[in-house]
């Protein structure tokens, strides 16, 4: 277990700070990601540190921008420590999606494709065992 799990899933109160999975709802913790990727000059200090699902981890990886689908600008992705969630993202119980409310919202959400069949089937079930959101 990285030692920092600890320390950071108490403060994401145990879900992905992207996409807002629980991680209750999975057979291994989640991963303590990078915000600024190492390789990029992030440190391992905390204010650099987010908990995130196996997938969004995974698509992140080392991206830190992603395309505005309305401007078609670069934009930085969401910065969980630094931004709030709720400015930049609305959960929509009717379509089980996660829509963007800025720039940096609608390329976070296209870039770690927090919308795919696969994140919405999921949503609903957790739904149902009242997990989410």
Known sequence: ????????????????????APQRAFNWRFEVEHIVP?????????????????????????RRTGIDSITQQ??????????????????????LTIEGKTPTGRATVETLE????????ARGFWILAKLFP
Request: with cysteine.
């Open 1 to 20: 277990m990285n030692p920092l799990y600890p320390e950071t899933a108490a403060r994401a109160e145990k879900r992905c700070e992207y996409c807002r």
């Open 38 to 62: 190492r390789k990029a000059g992030g440190s391992d200090e905390a204010d650099n540190l987010a908990l995130a699902c196996h997938v969004c981890n995974r698509i992140k990886s080392m």
């Open 74 to 95: 670069t934009v930085a992705l969401f910065h969980p420590r630094s931004q709030l969630w709720a400015d930049h993202f609305q959960f929509s119980a009717d379509s």
């Open 114 to 121: 927090m919308n795919s069949p696969y994140q919405q089937s």
